[in-house]
């Protein structure tokens, strides 16, 4: 990852800038690359403030929300996320390795 990138991740990590993010994109934007740096509590965080702000459009937070949860051992969480995720994108081409993955975690409670 470019160092230049790293910093503006890492300063948006910040409260006051935090703030200034209103946007449900910029929210999910943020909540994704916080994700891939490993920092779940912070994506979570933006991950659900996208869904409060877009619903329906930011339905792949969904998705993020469900690795995330499954990383936690919160497989139920990590289940209803991706169940929401389908209800959101029914028609997506993998629906059918969802569906049972959601099925898998569901049994593995």
């Given at each position: 990852?470019?160092p230049s990138l790293?910093?503006?991740?890492?300063t948006m990590r910040?409260?006051?800038?935090r703030k200034t993010?209103?946007?449900?994109?910029?929210?999910?934007?943020?909540?994704?690359?916080?994700?891939?740096?490993?920092?779940?509590?912070?994506?979570?965080?933006?991950?659900?403030?996208?869904?409060?702000?877009?619903?329906?459009?930011?339905?792949?937070?969904?998705?993020?929300?469900?690795?995330?949860?499954?990383?936690?051992?919160?497989?139920?969480?990590?289940?209803?996320?991706?169940?929401?995720?389908?209800?959101?994108?029914?028609?997506?081409?993998?629906?059918?390795?969802?569906?049972?993955?959601?099925?898998?975690?569901?049994?593995?409670?």
């Amino acid at each position: 990852m470019f160092p230049s990138l790293l910093w503006s991740i890492t300063t948006m990590r910040s409260n006051n800038l935090r703030k200034t993010i209103t946007q449900q994109p910029s929210r999910n934007f943020l909540g994704q690359a916080l994700a891939n740096l490993g920092l779940f509590d912070e994506a979570e965080k933006e991950l659900l403030a996208s869904l409060e702000l877009g619903k329906e459009e930011m339905k792949e937070a969904h998705r993020i929300l469900a690795i995330i949860y499954a990383s936690r051992g919160a497989k139920q969480q990590a289940a209803d996320q991706l169940d929401a995720y389908l209800k959101l994108a029914p028609n997506t081409p993998d629906a059918q390795k969802l569906k049972d993955k959601i099925r898998e975690l569901r049994e593995s409670n």
